[in-house]
Protein backbone atom coordinates (compact mmCIF):
# COMPACT_ATOMS: atom_id res chain seq x y z
CA UNK A 1 0.00 0.00 0.00
CA UNK A 2 1.24 3.66 -0.64
CA UNK A 3 0.79 5.79 2.21
CA UNK A 4 0.84 9.48 1.80
CA UNK A 5 1.83 11.27 4.92
CA UNK A 6 1.05 15.15 4.69
CA UNK A 7 0.29 18.07 7.32
CA UNK A 8 -3.66 18.53 7.28
CA UNK A 9 -6.38 18.32 4.64
CA UNK A 10 -6.06 21.08 1.94
CA UNK A 11 -8.17 22.14 -0.46
CA UNK A 12 -5.91 21.74 -3.26
CA UNK A 13 -5.01 18.68 -2.29
CA UNK A 14 -8.41 16.95 -1.89
CA UNK A 15 -9.09 16.83 -5.57
CA UNK A 16 -6.05 15.08 -6.06
CA UNK A 17 -6.45 12.33 -3.56
CA UNK A 18 -9.77 11.73 -5.38
CA UNK A 19 -8.40 11.19 -9.01
CA UNK A 20 -5.81 8.90 -7.10
CA UNK A 21 -8.66 6.74 -5.83
CA UNK A 22 -10.79 7.32 -9.08
CA UNK A 23 -7.53 5.71 -10.77
CA UNK A 24 -7.74 2.69 -8.39
CA UNK A 25 -4.38 3.12 -6.93
CA UNK A 26 -4.25 1.42 -2.99
CA UNK A 27 -3.42 4.10 -1.26
CA UNK A 28 -4.24 5.99 1.86
CA UNK A 29 -3.42 9.62 3.04
CA UNK A 30 -2.42 9.64 6.74
CA UNK A 31 -3.19 13.51 8.34
CA UNK A 32 -1.04 14.52 10.98
CA UNK A 33 -3.71 17.58 12.04
CA UNK A 34 -7.03 18.49 11.28
CA UNK A 35 -6.35 21.91 10.31
CA UNK A 36 -8.54 24.08 8.56
CA UNK A 37 -11.28 20.72 8.77
CA UNK A 38 -12.04 21.94 12.67
CA UNK A 39 -11.81 25.52 13.05
CA UNK A 40 -8.18 26.65 13.14
CA UNK A 41 -6.52 30.06 13.76
CA UNK A 42 -4.29 31.11 10.77
CA UNK A 43 -1.78 33.60 11.55
CA UNK A 44 -1.61 35.26 8.34
CA UNK A 45 -5.11 35.85 7.76
CA UNK A 46 -5.70 36.62 11.38
CA UNK A 47 -8.38 34.93 11.94
CA UNK A 48 -9.64 31.52 13.28
CA UNK A 49 -11.97 29.48 9.50
CA UNK A 50 -12.61 26.26 8.54
CA UNK A 51 -12.89 25.97 4.95
CA UNK A 52 -16.32 25.27 3.77
CA UNK A 53 -15.70 22.49 0.80
CA UNK A 54 -15.97 18.85 1.79
CA UNK A 55 -11.99 17.93 1.88
CA UNK A 56 -12.24 14.66 3.34
CA UNK A 57 -15.00 12.16 1.60
CA UNK A 58 -14.19 9.97 -2.02
CA UNK A 59 -10.40 8.64 -0.98
CA UNK A 60 -9.12 6.87 1.92
CA UNK A 61 -7.84 8.85 4.76
CA UNK A 62 -6.72 8.64 8.70
CA UNK A 63 -6.01 10.89 11.10
CA UNK A 64 -2.38 9.96 12.77
CA UNK A 65 -2.52 10.16 16.90
CA UNK A 66 -0.39 13.52 17.61
CA UNK A 67 0.68 15.30 20.93
CA UNK A 68 -1.71 17.68 21.98
CA UNK A 69 -0.46 21.44 21.45
CA UNK A 70 0.58 21.07 18.05
CA UNK A 71 1.79 24.11 15.90
CA UNK A 72 1.70 24.16 12.19
CA UNK A 73 5.02 26.91 12.42
CA UNK A 74 7.23 25.19 13.98
CA UNK A 75 9.86 22.91 12.55
CA UNK A 76 9.38 20.27 15.44
CA UNK A 77 5.47 21.76 16.54
CA UNK A 78 3.58 18.18 15.16
CA UNK A 79 5.22 15.22 16.50
CA UNK A 80 3.35 11.69 16.33
CA UNK A 81 2.70 9.07 19.39
CA UNK A 82 3.32 6.20 17.97
CA UNK A 83 6.98 5.20 15.85
CA UNK A 84 6.73 5.62 12.28
CA UNK A 85 8.29 2.01 12.33
CA UNK A 86 5.48 0.27 14.04
CA UNK A 87 3.06 2.96 11.86
CA UNK A 88 4.50 1.47 8.64
CA UNK A 89 4.70 -2.50 9.55
CA UNK A 90 0.98 -2.16 11.28
CA UNK A 91 -0.36 -0.52 7.54
CA UNK A 92 1.43 -2.34 5.71
CA UNK A 93 2.80 0.17 3.22
CA UNK A 94 5.24 -0.70 0.61
CA UNK A 95 5.42 2.80 -0.43
CA UNK A 96 5.72 6.16 1.33
CA UNK A 97 5.22 9.44 -0.19
CA UNK A 98 5.38 12.32 2.05
CA UNK A 99 4.19 15.80 0.94
CA UNK A 100 7.37 18.34 1.71
CA UNK A 101 10.02 18.35 4.89
CA UNK A 102 8.70 21.37 6.91
CA UNK A 103 7.91 19.61 9.62
CA UNK A 104 10.82 17.24 11.75
CA UNK A 105 8.75 14.05 11.54
CA UNK A 106 8.39 13.76 8.19
CA UNK A 107 11.68 13.66 8.28
CA UNK A 108 11.57 10.71 10.62
CA UNK A 109 9.04 8.83 8.55
CA UNK A 110 11.45 9.24 5.49
CA UNK A 111 14.21 7.89 7.28
CA UNK A 112 12.32 5.21 9.08
CA UNK A 113 10.67 4.13 5.34
CA UNK A 114 14.12 4.15 3.93
CA UNK A 115 15.43 1.99 6.87
CA UNK A 116 12.30 -0.62 6.56
CA UNK A 117 13.61 -0.88 2.60
CA UNK A 118 10.25 0.30 1.39
CA UNK A 119 10.46 3.18 -1.68
CA UNK A 120 9.86 6.91 -0.36
CA UNK A 121 8.50 9.46 -2.96
CA UNK A 122 8.76 13.33 -1.84
CA UNK A 123 6.77 16.40 -3.25
CA UNK A 124 7.88 19.93 -2.41
CA UNK A 125 7.20 22.75 -3.35
CA UNK A 126 10.32 24.82 -3.23
CA UNK A 127 12.12 26.29 -6.56
CA UNK A 128 15.68 27.62 -7.66
CA UNK A 129 14.42 31.20 -7.77
CA UNK A 130 16.03 32.64 -5.05
CA UNK A 131 19.63 32.80 -4.97
CA UNK A 132 20.90 30.62 -2.44
CA UNK A 133 24.25 32.50 0.10
CA UNK A 134 25.71 32.18 2.74
CA UNK A 135 26.16 29.64 6.03
CA UNK A 136 22.43 29.33 6.34
CA UNK A 137 22.11 28.06 2.65
CA UNK A 138 25.43 26.27 2.86
CA UNK A 139 23.79 23.95 5.89
CA UNK A 140 20.59 23.76 4.64
CA UNK A 141 21.91 22.22 1.54
CA UNK A 142 24.00 19.62 3.52
CA UNK A 143 20.95 18.66 5.61
CA UNK A 144 18.65 18.10 2.77
CA UNK A 145 21.30 15.96 0.96
CA UNK A 146 20.86 13.79 4.17
CA UNK A 147 17.40 13.44 3.33
CA UNK A 148 17.33 13.75 -0.28
CA UNK A 149 19.35 10.78 -0.56
CA UNK A 150 17.24 8.28 1.04
CA UNK A 151 13.98 9.37 -1.43
CA UNK A 152 13.61 7.38 -4.38
CA UNK A 153 11.39 9.40 -6.47
CA UNK A 154 10.46 12.94 -6.44
CA UNK A 155 7.60 14.30 -7.91
CA UNK A 156 8.31 17.67 -9.50
CA UNK A 157 5.44 20.10 -9.60
CA UNK A 158 6.48 22.50 -12.58
CA UNK A 159 9.73 23.76 -13.85
CA UNK A 160 11.32 25.81 -10.96
CA UNK A 161 11.15 22.93 -8.64
CA UNK A 162 12.30 20.47 -11.05
CA UNK A 163 15.36 22.38 -11.35
CA UNK A 164 15.83 22.86 -7.70
CA UNK A 165 16.01 18.86 -7.30
CA UNK A 166 18.59 19.37 -10.34
CA UNK A 167 20.55 22.00 -8.65
CA UNK A 168 21.00 19.37 -5.39
CA UNK A 169 22.19 16.91 -7.83
CA UNK A 170 19.23 14.49 -8.20
CA UNK A 171 19.35 12.64 -11.37
CA UNK A 172 16.58 12.65 -14.31
CA UNK A 173 16.25 9.20 -13.58
CA UNK A 174 14.54 9.89 -10.17
CA UNK A 175 12.47 12.60 -11.41
CA UNK A 176 8.45 12.20 -12.03
CA UNK A 177 6.28 15.11 -13.13
CA UNK A 178 3.14 15.76 -10.77
CA UNK A 179 2.06 19.27 -11.78
CA UNK A 180 1.14 21.13 -9.10
CA UNK A 181 -3.20 20.83 -9.23
CA UNK A 182 -6.72 22.34 -7.92
CA UNK A 183 -9.49 20.89 -8.54
CA UNK A 184 -9.89 21.62 -12.23
CA UNK A 185 -12.96 20.23 -13.54
CA UNK A 186 -14.94 21.54 -10.78
CA UNK A 187 -13.64 25.31 -10.74
CA UNK A 188 -14.03 24.99 -14.47
CA UNK A 189 -18.18 24.00 -14.09
CA UNK A 190 -18.91 25.86 -11.60
CA UNK A 191 -17.13 29.40 -13.09
CA UNK A 192 -19.49 28.26 -15.92
CA UNK A 193 -22.68 28.08 -14.05
CA UNK A 194 -21.69 31.49 -13.22
CA UNK A 195 -21.13 33.64 -15.88
CA UNK A 196 -24.74 33.91 -16.83
CA UNK A 197 -24.67 36.55 -13.27
CA UNK A 198 -21.47 38.63 -14.21
CA UNK A 199 -23.12 42.04 -14.11
CA UNK A 200 -24.75 41.07 -10.44
CA UNK A 201 -21.83 39.67 -9.36
CA UNK A 202 -19.52 42.70 -10.16
CA UNK A 203 -22.08 45.12 -9.32
CA UNK A 204 -22.18 42.96 -6.01
CA UNK A 205 -18.48 43.97 -5.51
CA UNK A 206 -18.72 47.93 -6.89
CA UNK A 207 -17.28 47.13 -10.07
CA UNK A 208 -18.51 49.58 -12.79
CA UNK A 209 -19.74 48.04 -15.57
CA UNK A 210 -17.31 49.59 -18.01
CA UNK A 211 -13.99 48.90 -15.79
CA UNK A 212 -11.37 46.13 -16.37
CA UNK A 213 -11.24 44.21 -13.09
CA UNK A 214 -8.03 43.27 -12.01
CA UNK A 215 -8.34 40.20 -9.14
CA UNK A 216 -5.87 40.25 -6.09
CA UNK A 217 -6.76 37.18 -4.45
CA UNK A 218 -4.65 35.88 -1.04
CA UNK A 219 -3.23 36.83 2.26
CA UNK A 220 -2.45 40.42 2.63
CA UNK A 221 0.68 40.00 3.97
CA UNK A 222 4.20 41.19 2.89
CA UNK A 223 5.42 38.35 0.59
CA UNK A 224 2.21 38.86 -1.62
CA UNK A 225 3.28 42.70 -2.25
CA UNK A 226 -0.44 43.75 -2.82
CA UNK A 227 0.61 47.36 -2.54
CA UNK A 228 2.65 46.66 -5.48
CA UNK A 229 -0.99 46.22 -7.26
CA UNK A 230 -2.12 49.67 -5.98
CA UNK A 231 0.83 51.28 -7.20
CA UNK A 232 0.69 50.15 -10.60
CA UNK A 233 -3.33 50.42 -11.40
CA UNK A 234 -2.32 53.68 -10.37
CA UNK A 235 -0.33 54.43 -13.23
CA UNK A 236 -1.39 52.28 -15.75
CA UNK A 237 -3.24 53.56 -18.77
CA UNK A 238 -5.72 51.29 -20.07
CA UNK A 239 -6.52 51.41 -24.37
CA UNK A 240 -9.71 54.05 -24.56
CA UNK A 241 -9.22 55.38 -21.26
CA UNK A 242 -11.47 52.60 -20.25
CA UNK A 243 -11.24 52.74 -16.33
CA UNK A 244 -9.45 50.10 -14.35
CA UNK A 245 -10.86 48.45 -11.24
CA UNK A 246 -9.28 46.38 -8.55
CA UNK A 247 -11.07 43.50 -6.29
CA UNK A 248 -9.08 42.80 -3.35
CA UNK A 249 -10.34 39.36 -1.91
CA UNK A 250 -8.14 38.45 0.99
CA UNK A 251 -7.20 39.43 4.89
CA UNK A 252 -4.19 39.87 6.95
CA UNK A 253 -1.61 42.51 8.47
CA UNK A 254 -0.82 44.65 5.52
CA UNK A 255 -4.94 45.27 5.29
CA UNK A 256 -5.27 48.75 6.69
CA UNK A 257 -1.90 49.94 4.80
CA UNK A 258 -3.95 48.67 1.76
CA UNK A 259 -6.75 50.32 2.54
CA UNK A 260 -5.02 53.90 2.94
CA UNK A 261 -3.30 53.51 -0.29
CA UNK A 262 -6.49 53.10 -2.28
CA UNK A 263 -7.54 57.04 -0.97
CA UNK A 264 -4.36 58.61 -1.84
CA UNK A 265 -4.90 60.80 -4.48
CA UNK A 266 -4.85 59.28 -7.93
CA UNK A 267 -5.57 55.78 -6.52
CA UNK A 268 -7.40 53.34 -8.78
CA UNK A 269 -10.69 52.16 -8.01
CA UNK A 270 -10.77 49.65 -5.76
CA UNK A 271 -12.82 47.19 -3.69
CA UNK A 272 -11.95 45.66 -0.36
CA UNK A 273 -14.01 42.04 0.01
CA UNK A 274 -12.32 40.48 2.60
CA UNK A 275 -12.10 36.70 3.10
CA UNK A 276 -13.80 34.82 1.09
CA UNK A 277 -14.37 30.97 1.73
CA UNK A 278 -13.96 28.35 -0.71
CA UNK A 279 -17.04 28.45 -2.04
CA UNK A 280 -17.51 32.34 -3.15
CA UNK A 281 -13.70 32.21 -4.64
CA UNK A 282 -15.51 31.17 -8.15
CA UNK A 283 -17.70 34.27 -8.03
CA UNK A 284 -15.01 36.66 -7.85
CA UNK A 285 -13.04 34.82 -10.43
CA UNK A 286 -16.08 35.35 -12.79
CA UNK A 287 -16.40 39.26 -11.85
CA UNK A 288 -12.37 39.82 -12.51
CA UNK A 289 -11.40 40.17 -16.28
CA UNK A 290 -7.59 39.46 -15.01
CA UNK A 291 -5.39 37.99 -12.02
CA UNK A 292 -2.62 39.27 -10.52
CA UNK A 293 0.26 37.54 -8.60
CA UNK A 294 2.72 40.31 -7.85
CA UNK A 295 4.17 38.08 -5.14
CA UNK A 296 8.04 37.55 -3.78
CA UNK A 297 10.23 34.61 -3.72
CA UNK A 298 8.17 33.01 -0.51
CA UNK A 299 4.93 32.25 -3.25
CA UNK A 300 6.22 28.48 -3.97
CA UNK A 301 3.79 28.31 -6.82
CA UNK A 302 0.42 30.25 -6.63
CA UNK A 303 -2.49 27.84 -7.08
CA UNK A 304 -4.80 30.72 -7.61
CA UNK A 305 -3.41 30.81 -10.97
CA UNK A 306 -4.57 27.33 -11.41
CA UNK A 307 -8.04 28.70 -10.11
CA UNK A 308 -8.01 31.53 -12.67
CA UNK A 309 -7.20 28.81 -15.53
CA UNK A 310 -10.26 27.27 -14.90
CA UNK A 311 -12.14 29.78 -14.63
CA UNK A 312 -10.87 31.12 -18.04
CA UNK A 313 -8.93 34.29 -16.69
CA UNK A 314 -6.05 35.31 -17.53
CA UNK A 315 -2.93 36.05 -15.29
CA UNK A 316 -0.08 38.37 -15.04
CA UNK A 317 2.63 37.40 -12.02
CA UNK A 318 5.70 38.07 -10.69
CA UNK A 319 8.72 36.16 -12.16
CA UNK A 320 9.55 35.21 -8.38
CA UNK A 321 6.39 33.51 -8.67
CA UNK A 322 7.19 29.08 -8.90
CA UNK A 323 4.14 28.92 -11.47
CA UNK A 324 5.55 31.79 -13.84
CA UNK A 325 7.44 29.20 -16.21
CA UNK A 326 4.53 27.04 -16.48
CA UNK A 327 1.47 29.00 -16.17
CA UNK A 328 2.50 32.79 -16.58
CA UNK A 329 4.95 32.78 -19.72
CA UNK A 330 2.94 30.21 -21.79
CA UNK A 331 -0.10 33.02 -21.56
CA UNK A 332 2.49 35.63 -23.37
CA UNK A 333 5.75 37.54 -22.14
CA UNK A 334 3.32 40.39 -20.25
CA UNK A 335 1.77 37.97 -18.36
CA UNK A 336 5.34 37.63 -16.36
CA UNK A 337 6.90 40.86 -15.06
CA UNK A 338 10.21 41.35 -12.51
CA UNK A 339 9.13 41.32 -8.83
CA UNK A 340 8.55 44.36 -7.72
CA UNK A 341 9.30 46.41 -11.25
CA UNK A 342 5.65 48.84 -10.69
CA UNK A 343 6.26 50.22 -14.06
CA UNK A 344 6.65 47.06 -15.42
CA UNK A 345 3.55 45.29 -14.42
CA UNK A 346 1.73 48.35 -15.30
CA UNK A 347 2.78 47.74 -19.13
CA UNK A 348 1.22 44.45 -18.18
CA UNK A 349 -2.05 45.72 -17.03
CA UNK A 350 -1.85 47.70 -19.99
CA UNK A 351 -1.15 45.36 -22.48
CA UNK A 352 -2.89 42.43 -21.49
CA UNK A 353 -5.91 44.15 -21.27
CA UNK A 354 -5.61 45.55 -24.63
CA UNK A 355 -4.81 41.64 -25.89
CA UNK A 356 -5.81 38.80 -23.50
CA UNK A 357 -4.52 35.45 -24.42
CA UNK A 358 -7.31 33.49 -26.16
CA UNK A 359 -9.98 31.12 -24.26
CA UNK A 360 -7.88 27.79 -25.89
CA UNK A 361 -4.75 29.18 -24.14
CA UNK A 362 -5.78 29.29 -20.81
CA UNK A 363 -7.79 25.87 -21.41
CA UNK A 364 -5.05 24.04 -22.50
CA UNK A 365 -2.79 25.37 -19.58
CA UNK A 366 -5.74 24.63 -16.86
CA UNK A 367 -6.17 21.08 -18.31
CA UNK A 368 -2.43 20.31 -18.31
CA UNK A 369 -2.05 20.84 -14.56
CA UNK A 370 -5.50 18.87 -13.45
CA UNK A 371 -4.89 16.11 -10.99
CA UNK A 372 -5.39 13.38 -13.87
CA UNK A 373 -1.67 14.03 -14.54
CA UNK A 374 -0.67 12.95 -11.74
CA UNK A 375 -2.75 10.06 -11.00
CA UNK A 376 -1.03 8.99 -14.44
CA UNK A 377 2.56 9.39 -12.85
CA UNK A 378 1.50 7.74 -9.60
CA UNK A 379 0.13 4.74 -11.38
CA UNK A 380 3.15 4.22 -13.70
CA UNK A 381 5.49 4.31 -10.39
CA UNK A 382 3.64 1.66 -8.58
CA UNK A 383 3.03 -0.50 -11.71
CA UNK A 384 7.14 0.04 -12.64
CA UNK A 385 7.76 -1.28 -8.96
CA UNK A 386 6.30 -4.55 -9.71
CA UNK A 387 7.60 -5.19 -13.13
Known amino acids: MLAIVTSHPIQYQAALWRALAAADV ?50 RGVQIERSWSGLLREHGVTHLWVEGWRFATLWQAVFAAHRAGLEVWLRGESHDLQPERGLKHMLKRLLLARLFARVDHF ?32 FSRTTKALRGQRVDLRRRWQVPDDAWCVLFCGKLIAKKRPLDLVAAAAQARLANGRPLHLLFVGDGQLRAEVEAALTAPGAPGATMAGFLNQKDIPAALVAADCLVLPSDYGETWGLVVNEALAAGLPSIVSDRCGCAADLAAPQGAAHVFPCGDVAALARSLATVAAHPPSPDTLSNLGEAHAPARTAQTVASLLAAHHT
Open 26 to 75: KFEVWFLTPHAVKPSFDREFGQTFAWDTDLLSGYPHRFLPVKSGWQLNRF
Open 155 to 186: LFIGTANRRFYRTHGIPESRLAPAPYCIDHDG
